[in-house]
């Protein structure tokens, strides 16, 4: 019995490749991406106590969390540029130099959602709730094992656009990706929101 198998030197052209990846990250639940529990924190907990948390937990990011209420987010780079940078006295509690107004997505929404919001935020890290519970969070490092480029990068660079003369230029490239997806022999449905999303970050 013959059995195709790829040869070891992949000649698939990289738009392709990459097309390929979006339409994944397009229908992936964020739910597949959630590696472990959230570490979570009260907010009175001094900022010391949170960074060996990290450090003991392995972790970029925690959770701030009241009466199973989400209040907040603390990164690595917080302690960086809000405590260290800023000769912040390290008992000081952590709610303050948390971020507070935290954007999340739901367990149920796609990681194509979880990384447009990631780009048009620049931020790397994102809560994920379950009805009013918060569950996990996923970051840009679990998206980038998905190796999403095409869609993504485009969208990064609609949203890093500072001119209308970048805008135009950058959204030749969304003719290009239509192009891509219908080569790739993506569902219509999948399409039409990769593409719905790169006309949203235009706007």
Not at 87 to 103: E, K, L, M, N
Not at 122 to 135: G, L, S
Request: aromatic letters at 0%; glycine letters at 4%; proline letters at 6%.
């Amino acid at each position: 019995m013959v059995t195709n198998m790829p040869h070891p030197m992949d000649t698939t052209p990289a738009p392709l490749r990459d097309t390929d990846d979006s339409m994944r990250l397009a229908t992936l639940p964020v739910r597949a991406l959630l590696r472990r529990p959230p570490v979570t924190v009260s907010p009175d907990t001094p900022i010391r106590d949170a960074a060996r948390l990290m450090r003991d937990e392995r972790v970029s990011s925690l959770l701030v969390v009241h009466q199973d209420q989400l209040i907040g987010l603390v990164t690595d780079r917080d302690l960086r540029n809000r405590v260290l940078a800023a000769d912040r006295d390290p008992q000081t509690a952590v709610v303050d130099i948390a971020t507070t107004a935290v954007q999340t997505v739901d367990v149920t929404d796609h990681a194509f959602d979880a990384l447009l919001l990631m780009a048009r935020l620049n931020v790397h890290h994102v809560p994920v709730m379950e009805d009013t519970r918060v569950i996990g969070v996923i970051t840009a490092t679990d998206l980038q094992r998905q190796q999403s480029n095409a869609a993504v990068n485009l969208a990064g660079a609609l949203y890093a656009q500072d001119s209308l003369d970048g805008l135009v230029q950058i959204s030749t490239r969304i003719g290009e990706l239509q192009r891509q997806l219908a080569a790739a022999g993506t569902p219509a449905h999948a399409a039409g929101r990769l593409v719905s999303a790169m006309t949203d970050a235009l706007t």
